[in-house]
């Protein structure tokens, strides 16, 4: 297994203009360590427990003509067919050891809160690049923030 080195830089934050509490704070971040964990041994029983039960993947293949809305799948479908892809993609690899972390009260019906994690700096993928991110989405259940969705920028 890949040593994780994901650094938590919010525990009391105030980010673009939004008072992120420290209980929300705190919550987020744990909930972002069970995720990450969870992609990197997967198991099925923890993943029902840390998770929607509609996932929102646009970087799945084939969710755009999905049965529930484009880009959004069942659990089971993103655990069994695409949870193993991402966690083996570049992305996912520089996600997990960023430095820079941004995270965005959402309150939609995708997200509560987005994390934001740099994956390329500007130029540092190509010249001229504008950089990347992954971003994670999490929906607030019951005081837990769950896993609800994953994509890239751009």
Same mark, same amino acid.
């Given at each position: ?22 209980? !929300? ?9 069970? *995720?990450?964990?969870?992609? $990197?041994?997967?198991? &099925? +029983? ?12 646009? =970087? ?10 484009? /880009? *959004? =799948? ?10 193993? *892809?991402?966690?083996?993609? +570049? ?12 995270? *965005? &009260? $959402?309150?939609? +019906?995708?997200? !509560?809160?987005?994390? /934001? ?12 690049? $504008? ?5 994670? /989405? ?12 994953? $994509?890239?920028?751009?």
């Amino acid at each position: 297994m890949k040593k994780l080195i994901f650094i938590f830089l919010f525990v009391n934050t105030y980010c673009f203009g939004q008072n992120i509490s420290s209980k !929300d704070s705190l919550n987020i971040k744990n909930a972002i360590k069970k *995720v990450i964990l969870n992609f $990197e041994k997967p198991n &099925y +029983k923890e993943f029902k427990k840390i998770s929607t039960l509609d996932i929102y993947c646009i =970087i799945c293949n084939g969710t755009l003509k999905s049965k529930l809305d484009p /880009y *959004v =799948i069942y659990r089971n479908d993103f655990y069994k067919n695409h949870l193993t *892809v991402i966690k083996e993609s +570049k992305s996912w690899a520089k996600a997990i050891t960023t430095k820079e972390i941004k995270f *965005v &009260y $959402e309150n939609n +019906k995708r997200s !509560d809160i987005t994390i /934001y994690l740099t994956t390329w700096k500007k130029n540092e993928l190509s010249k001229g690049h $504008e950089g990347a991110q992954l971003g994670l /989405y999490f929906k607030k259940i019951n005081n837990d923030f769950k896993f609800a969705g994953i $994509e890239t920028i751009p």
